[in-house]
């Protein structure tokens, strides 16, 4: 029994150590080593839908042959391309009209909360200091206009008035759907002298805003671009376009028939391909794109 005590006795102290140790070795003490943030997680690129991935590769631009006039100065060279990820087809109505959609859903939601009807806003102290027009929408509650009188008296605004309806079809009114998004301008940050002054702790220089007007650098919020896209696409360039066709059939119905779902949208311009980019690759940055669609003209 003596024996068994002192064995006892003998092994709480290695157990001591030994757990120490580990404690010891699992800590968030480096000693000085230089070993990197750690917990960081890891990162699987994502397999888009509806994409095809095109592989890093390179190629010989230039003359393919001697050229003795120019031989000094134009020169064949060999450029590398960074892989990248691109669309199997063009995009389809059906894509497109996603987006529309999508903004259309939100300036709803974004005109019930600005109404007064509740549940259509994230309520939560990370957004307390936000007005109500910046803080994320809440898309699970549902919007009922034939239950809700509130919600229905209030997106009445977001329909054609009844001098514009054709043999009075109650429609949404195609203007209102404007999407906000925002971007840094970075070659305007990075001129030298638009940079952050740390002797004096001030910005200096000037920067053109979003409307081409020329501003004084206060602050970051200079290089910040804010932009109002109307993004429902043009029907009436099937007309414009084509002065001698009878196109009005397909522009009263391209956009809308479901027998044209699967071909290539048409009457986008650039402005509105790069804000359907914006919203596409929302998802990357949900904290800066959750809220920027709204109805500008409220």
């Known amino acids: 029994m003596i024996v068994k005590i002192n064995s006892m006795k003998r092994l709480i102290p290695v157990c001591c150590i030994c757990f120490f140790t580990v404690f010891y070795g699992c800590s968030s003490s480096t000693n000085g080593e230089l070993t990197g943030v750690q917990n960081r997680g890891k990162y699987f690129e994502p397999d888009p839908h509806g994409m095809a991935f095109i592989k890093l590769g390179s190629l010989t631009i230039g003359p393919s042959d001697q ?18 990820w691109m669309d199997e087809t063009e995009i389809t109505n059906n894509e497109y009209r996603q987006f529309v959609y999508w903004v259309r859903d939100s300036i709803k939601r974004r005109t019930l909360a600005l109404a007064g009807v509740d549940g259509f806003l994230i ?52 203007r209102k759907l404007i999407y906000e998004f925002q971007w840094v301008d970075m070659k305007q940050a990075a001129r030298t002298e638009n940079r952050y002054d740390y002797k004096k702790k001030e910005y200096n220089g000037f920067a053109f805003n979003a409307l081409g007007e020329r501003v004084e650098v206060k602050d970051r919020s200079a290089f910040i671009m804010k932009e109002f896209i109307p993004v429902y696409p043009d029907t009436l360039c099937w007309i414009s376009d084509f002065s001698y066709s009878y196109n009005e059939p397909m522009t009263t119905m391209y956009f809308h028939h479901v027998g044209y779902d699967s071909y290539p949208v048409v009457g986008v311009n650039w402005n509105q391909a790069r804000a359907f980019c ?16 709204w109805n500008h003209s409220s």
């Open 123 to 174: 309520e939560s102290e990370e957004f307390d200091d936000l007005d109500d027009n910046e803080k994320p929408l809440n898309w699970k509650t549902k919007i009922d206009t034939k239950k809700n009188e509130d919600q229905k008296e209030a997106l009445e605004e977001m329909y054609l008035p009844k001098h514009e309806r054709f043999y009075g079809n109650k429609e949404i009114d195609s």
């Open 67 to 84: 050229d003795p006039t120019w031989s000094q100065n134009v020169q064949s060279k060999t450029i590398t391309i960074n892989a990248f």
């Open 278 to 293: 914006v919203w596409r690759f929302r998802g990357f940055r949900p904290k800066l794109l959750a809220c920027l669609s």
